[in-house]
T-cell receptor, first 113, second 111 residues
Framework: SQQGEEDPQALSIQEGENATMNCSYKTSINNLQWYRQNSGRGLVHLIL?????REKHSGRLRVTLDTSKKSSSLLITASRAADTASYFCATDYVSNTGNQFYFGTGTSLTVIP | DARVTQTPRHKVTEMGQEVTMRCQPILGHNTVFWYRQTMMQGLELLAY????????DSGMPKDRFSAEMPDATLATLKIQPSEPRDSAVYFC?????????FGQGTRLTVV
């Protein structure tokens, strides 16, 4: 399976704290993306980091990528109750049929007001 | 506001019945994905189309599942016959390049 793994599986923090989620994957990639899924909804794209980048920021999000360790982390700073959701990493894996996206197992984040 | 539209949103069916799920990708996107999400397996890639051609459906049980794109505005996923283990949320996503836009999903329950 090309699926990645994320840890922790679940994370509960107080509003205002930072949340860190990690993702590990198995194959060489073009890029890695993070998505958010609110309960009962589809996934929403958050941020993309290319394989030649090491760190990327977008608002309160900070993503790092270590291709030597095949891992990435997502940091959400100054968390809010509205950040409560599941977060998935997706690796953009190149096969002989083109780009394919494989998702990790997800981290369920609960931000307590 | 462009979005991927999936129908139906919910489907309850009896074991053995045929189920058809539909997806309208975002206009102009050349890639369509079908994913299945369950608590046990997470998000599994079932099938993948580029420019309407099926490129990879290795994640799909071939004996009962089929995916097609009869035209650029419609992708379908069929299960025949359905089984209780097919109960899941099925997501369609479309994209152009490196980002996938997801529909709201079809929640399928097979009893």
């Amino acid at each position: 399976s090309q699926q990645g793994e994320e840890d922790p599986q679940a994370l509960s923090i107080q509003e205002g704290e930072n949340a860190t989620m990690n993702c590990s994957y198995k194959t060489s990639i073009n890029n890695l993306q993070w998505y958010r899924q609110n309960s009962g909804r589809g996934l929403v794209h958050l941020i993309l980091i290319r394989s030649n980048e090491r760190e990327k920021h977008s608002g309160r999000l900070r993503v790092t990528l270590d291709t030597s360790k095949k891992s990435s982390s997502l940091l959400i700073t100054a968390s809010r109750a509205a950040d409560t959701a599941s977060y998935f990493c997706a690796t953009d894996y190149v096969s002989n049929t083109g780009n394919q996206f494989y998702f990790g197992t997800g981290t369920s984040l609960t931000v307590i007001p | 506001d462009a979005r991927v539209t999936q129908t139906p949103r919910h489907k309850v069916t009896e074991m053995g019945q045929e189920v058809t799920m539909r997806c309208q990708p975002i206009l102009g996107h050349n890639t369509v994905f079908w994913y299945r999400q369950t608590m046990m397996q997470g998000l599994e890639l079932l099938a993948y189309f580029r420019n309407r051609a099926p490129l990879d459906d290795s994640g799909m049980p071939k004996d009962r599942f089929s995916a097609e794109m009869p035209d650029a505005t419609l992708a379908t996923l069929k299960i025949q016959p359905s089984e209780p283990r097919d109960s899941a949320v099925y997501f369609c996503a479309s994209g152009w390049g490196h980002e996938a836009f997801f529909g709201q999903g079809t929640r399928l329950t097979v009893v």
